[in-house]
């Protein structure tokens, strides 16, 4: 039995920003093996990812929270 991806989308490259003032830092968890430096995001010539028919993509980012979003989301959660 063999596979074939039937590309709809080739070159796929999403770019995420969080706000400095709600997030103090960020990780991007999995997918390190297909991460871009900023200088590569631009550039057509740098292979991205391809989607497939059917398919989707998730992008999990492990956050921390800037000190005055912490205090708020805690007295909201109080």
């Known amino acids: 039995m063999s596979g074939t991806l039937q590309s709809i989308a080739e070159d796929v490259k999403i770019q995420v920003e969080f706000n400095p ?3 103090k830092e960020y990780r991007l968890i999995g997918y390190q093996n297909r991460q871009l430096r900023d200088e ?3 550039n057509d010539k740098v292979d991205a ?3 497939g028919a059917g398919h989707t993509v998730t992008a999990l980012y492990e956050i ?3 000190g005055d979003q912490v205090k708020s989301m ?4 109080s």
Request: negative net charge; without cysteine.
């Open 64 to 66: 921390t929270l800037a």
């Open 74 to 77: 805690t007295s909201a959660t």
């Open 21 to 23: 003032d709600t997030v």
């Open 49 to 51: 990812g391809e989607i």
């Open 40 to 42: 590569d995001f631009n």
